[in-house]
């Protein structure tokens, strides 16, 4: 049966450990978005921003609809957040080819290059915290984090996740 460090169970943790893990999630993502957050700051972007940018990267041609499929926002915020994009010259929103009511959204070579200076910040991180680690715990940290996904949400990341592969 796996154990964790000090030997506590894995399927008989006590509402403390649960609290604790709940609580490392909370911290953890503080620091996984502080770096991003101050890149953004000067630019009057929050995470929103940060949010589409990266997926847009991801899957260049990605339409308004499956964004917010991904995102799990409603149209209207994020039509906000793609307005100060587009007029600030980070994403170009062009007219589908083959349905003239679908947008396709692109990054732009500025929109490129904010894209990689939060990736590259987030991935310094990520470096460090999986190397200090070590790889059964990078291992078993996925599989925690793809457990906590509902079945939807799973189903969306293993898609983009397989789609770059």
């Known amino acids: ?11 008989f ?6 609290r604790q893990g709940i609580e490392a999630m909370f911290f953890a993502y503080r620091g996984f978005t502080a770096d991003p957050d101050r890149i ?7 995470r ?3 949010r589409a940018v990266h997926f847009i ?10 964004l917010l499929n991904i995102l799990g926002v409603t149209k209207q915020s994020l039509n906000r957040v793609l307005r100060t994009l587009v007029d600030d010259g980070l994403v170009d929103s062009r007219v589908g080819k083959s349905d003239k009511r679908e947008r396709n959204l692109y990054l732009t070579d500025e929109g490129m ?11 310094a991180r990520m470096r460090a915290a999986y190397r200090a680690a070590g790889p059964e715990a990078v291992s078993g940290f996925r599989q925690v984090l793809e ?3 509902d079945t939807e949400m ?3 990341y293993y898609k983009i996740r397989d789609a770059k592969s």
Not at 1 to 10: I, K, R
Not at 40 to 46: E, I, V
Not at 113 to 123: I, M, N, T
Request: net charge negative; no cysteine.
């Open 147 to 149: 457990a906590m996904m």
């Open 48 to 50: 929103a921003h940060h």
């Open 113 to 123: 290059e904010l894209e990689r200076k939060l990736s590259d910040a987030q991935r």
């Open 40 to 46: 953004l700051s000067g630019m009057a972007y929050g």
């Open 57 to 66: 990267a991801r899957a260049p041609g990605t339409t308004v609809n499956n």
């Open 1 to 11: 049966m796996p154990e964790v460090q000090g030997g506590e169970n894995l399927l």
């Open 154 to 156: 799973r189903r969306q």
């Open 13 to 18: 943790l006590t509402d403390e450990q649960l």
